[in-house]
């Protein structure tokens, strides 16, 4: 997959840097920085592919650019619950949750190319007649040089109010990330890379019966070292951005709500057509093309170490999700 695309064809404009130190100060900031945003023009342009310190100083083309200093983002939530409005009795509900977030963005040149990045926020219409989405408005929002920190607890998951057990996320981080939005239909379609690394997840159902996943990092690539060995974490330098859609080919990562509409799904036996139990029922498709690598210095299961895990060139075309699905396999 290329490099991230931005929109070209117009002058760079000055970057317009909201600081923020605190929720109050950031909320305020976000509303103002929208009004700006809604206020600018849409402008029909294409796409290049950018270097990473071209990618840093192209910004607010068309949009705004933001910087963050200090921002700390506490949060507890004592439950959020999933419903399903055909049986009250079907839930998910996650319990006590608390995060702490802390973002640093423009104040410090994170990946050591002696350019400090901003957040770019731009909306622009592809203007290309040999790509496949000449003609569609996207929302482009990227950020490079982000120090950004997350962790993450929760301490009960519940389904149809069963205890499976707590999770939680120790210091996640993304220093970079892209993405484009854009909409059809009953649906949205989007681009999303990021590099992310993570110390430490975990989630166990009791004493004793913990899975603890260590060092994990999802990036483009871990290939440009030639001394990289898979099984030796010492060596792994990553490369580049997870990627989830190819916007740019027409294969986006896709969203659509809609209604069941298939009568029969499958003959019986005899011949008959099955009825179809979810037939007129709302659900949620997903199709998640993919690419990147993924690695995980140390997995361990009950206090059991089964070592590291490496998935490189991870390369998936076509992955369909269906929630809750449309009765496949009823007998």
Not at 162 to 185: E, Q, R, T
Not at 254 to 274: F, H, K
Not at 297 to 308: I, R
Request: hydrophobic share 40%; glycine share 12%; aromatic share 6%.
């Amino acid at each position: 997959m290329t490099k991230p695309l931005v929109p070209t064809g117009t002058s760079p404009r000055r970057c317009l840097s909201g600081m923020a130190g605190s929720l109050a100060r950031k909320s305020h900031g976000f509303f103002t920085l929208l009004a700006v945003l809604f206020a600018l023009p849409c402008t029909a342009l294409g796409l290049h592919a950018l270097s990473d310190e071209q990618m840093k100083r192209a910004t607010a083309q068309a949009g705004i650019s933001i910087a963050m200093d200090d921002v700390v983002i506490y949060h507890h939530t004592d439950a959020f619950r999933l419903t399903d409005p055909g049986n009250p009795s079907g839930t998910m509900e996650f319990q006590n949750i608390e995060s702490l977030t802390t973002i640093d963005v423009g104040t410090s040149d994170v990946n050591g190319d002696n350019s400090m990045g901003c957040i770019t926020l731009d909306m622009f219409t592809v203007s290309d007649a040999n790509s496949p989405i000449n003609g569609t408005p996207l929302i482009y929002l990227a950020g490079e040089d982000i120090d950004y920190h997350k962790d993450l607890t929760v301490e009960s998951i519940l389904v149809c109010g069963n205890d499976i057990g707590s999770a939680a996320v120790d210091n996640l981080s993304m220093p970079s990330f892209h993405l484009y939005l854009g909409a059809h239909d009953c649906g949205v379609d989007m681009e999303i890379g990021a590099t992310i690394t993570m110390d430490r997840f975990s989630y166990g159902t009791g004493p004793g019966d913990e899975l603890a996943l260590s060092g994990i990092t999802l990036a483009g690539s871990f290939t440009d070292n030639p001394t990289d060995t898979p099984g030796d974490p010492s060596t792994w330098q990553a490369d580049g951005e997870f990627v989830l859609g190819d916007i740019t080919s027409g294969n986006p990562f896709t969203i659509d709500v809609a209604t069941d509409t298939t009568a029969s799904w499958a003959d019986d036996a005899n011949g008959d057509p099955i009825p179809n139990p979810r037939l007129g029922s709302g659900f949620i498709a997903i199709n998640m093309p993919m690419e990147g690598s993924l690695r995980i210095e140390s997995m361990a299961f009950g206090g059991n170490d089964f070592g590291a895990l490496a998935l490189d060139n991870i390369k998936a075309h076509k992955l369909t999700i269906e929630i809750p699905g449309r009765g496949l396999g009823v007998p």
